[in-house]
């Protein structure tokens, strides 16, 4: 709420005033006050502030839930049917055909056709190097 003051021009502190109409006396240069805050009070700047703690809060939040959505990489997929992580032989299968599959989309050339050849195989050994 805003700290709403009347002033009376009643310089000499005459309580009776803000008495009669249930306000609460402040200091003489101030006169009576609506709803009790204390004089000087800076109503703009709280809210302010408080609109402020709320865009933080907020994109704290957003920030969280885009960290918490990140994509799987190849060795957190790397589970087998019974929920237990691949091991040995099936865990290299698995790497070579992930790291494969995630990089195919990705092989194609500046007029966006798709790379043939030496230069496709120069691009997929340097994209499933970096996957790891």
Known sequence: MRNRSIDHSNRGGDIGACDELGLRPTSAAYGCTLDGGYEGRNVFMEEAMTRLALAVVLAALS??????????????????????SLAGAAKNSFMAKCKREACEPKAVGSDGKALKGAAKNSFMAKCQREQA
């Open 63 to 84: 920030i969280s839930s885009a960290v918490a959505q990140a994509p799987a990489t190849c060795e957190s997929k790397a589970i087998g049917k019974d929920g237990k």
